[in-house]
């Protein structure tokens, strides 16, 4: 989440948290999104984040000249 934070921004992070967790996205980390998060676990929610990080850059216009760096720090962050 914070990779993502740093790179999205926060908000865009938190979304995709929530997504992972399958709660309704408002944007917020609060008690209910760290309670799922655990709840789901720790390398379920990484994967499920890097799936819906994944699919937001594939849409982005500059895909061709950096997908190569995004996907190498992606699967980084899902080795770690």
Not at 19 to 30: K, S, W
Not at 41 to 68: C, D, I, N
């Amino acid at each position: 989440a914070f990779d993502a934070a740093v790179n999205s921004g926060p908000a865009q992070s938190a979304a995709w948290l929530q997504r992972a967790c399958n709660l309704p996205v408002d944007r917020v980390v609060g008690p209910v999104t760290i309670a799922a998060a655990q709840s789901v676990g720790g390398e379920t929610v990484a994967r499920r984040m890097a799936a819906y990080r994944l699919l937001m850059m594939t849409t982005l216009p500059h895909w061709q000249a950096f997908s190569k760096g995004w996907v190498r720090r992606l699967a980084g962050n899902l080795l770690a």
